[in-house]
T-cell receptor, first 123, second 107 residues
Framework: EVQLVESGGGLVQPGRSLRLSCAAS????????MHWVRQVPGKGLEWVSG????????GYADFVKGRFTISRDNAKNSLYLQMNSLTADDTALYYC??????WGGGYWYFDLWGRGTLVTVSS | DIQMTQSPSSLSASVGDRVTITCRAS??????LNWYQQKPGKAPKLLIY???SLQSGVPSRFSGSGSGTDFTLNISSLQPEDFATYYC?????????FGQGTKLEIK
């Protein structure tokens, strides 16, 4: 079955760290760019970060630059998001998403989404 | 960074109505524009890519148009299952921003 399954969310205190994981299955993981998109409950979608098929290119939203690091392990069909210095504004449902294509270079879109993992930052 | 602005933020309509949602980019994105539909408690679903290409399996009552900075999503005859929130997203350059969403509600 083609799917993405996120894990690693939970309740964390402000200033602490959390690492999200995404397990991919049912497709050739190392052929595609992968991204994280978040959504505050009841609010809109925010792109967080993306990584190319071979880790050669990455991108980050301004609000996470210097705090979050995206990575992937193609041997394990897994995507990660290391989140440091968390604040209450980072409280959201974090979706792992697959992009069409390897990274840029043409028309692409998010064509597969996980169900999300909830991160709550609170003391 | 490219800002994406959708209008309206919310919209009330009836089954059978024709609806138009607009999305404006803060700079030229050619036609690197995608539209998604999201229902409560669910992940977004791709409707339209490259501004006007219908994703496989999406009903033909959905259509997209535009290029440059101004884009529209049209739903020709609303069905009950179309009441949801719609987002545009630019795939032109990082950061790959979304519009703030348009919530389509039943009148």
């Amino acid at each position: 079955e083609v799917q993405l399954v996120e894990s690693g969310g939970g309740l964390v205190q402000p200033g602490r760290s959390l690492r999200l994981s995404c397990a991919a299955s049912g497709f050739t993981f190392d052929d595609y760019a992968m991204h994280w998109v978040r959504q505050v409950p009841g609010k809109g979608l925010e792109w967080v970060s993306g990584i190319s098929w071979n880790t050669g290119s990455t991108g980050y939203a301004d609000f996470v630059k210097g705090r979050f690091t995206i990575s992937r392990d193609n041997a394990k069909n897994s995507l990660y998001l290391q989140m440091n210095s968390l604040t209450a504004d980072d409280t959201a449902l974090y979706y792992c998403t697959k992009a069409l294509g390897r990274w840029g270079g043409g028309y692409w879109y998010f064509d597969l989404w996980g169900r999300g993992t909830l991160v709550t930052v609170s003391s | 960074d490219i800002q994406m602005t959708q209008s309206p933020s919310s919209l009330s309509a009836s089954v059978g109505d024709r609806v138009t949602i607009t999305c404006r980019a803060s700079q030229n994105i050619n036609n690197y524009l995608n539209w998604y539909q999201q229902k409560p408690g669910k992940a977004p679903k791709l409707l339209i890519y490259a501004a006007s290409s219908l994703q496989s399996g999406v009903p033909s009552r959905f259509s997209g148009s535009g290029s440059g900075t101004d884009f529209t999503l049209n739903i020709s005859s609303l069905q009950p299952e179309d009441f949801a929130t719609y987002y545009c997203q630019q795939s032109y350059s990082t950061p790959y921003s979304f519009g703030q969403g348009t919530k389509l509600e039943i009148k």
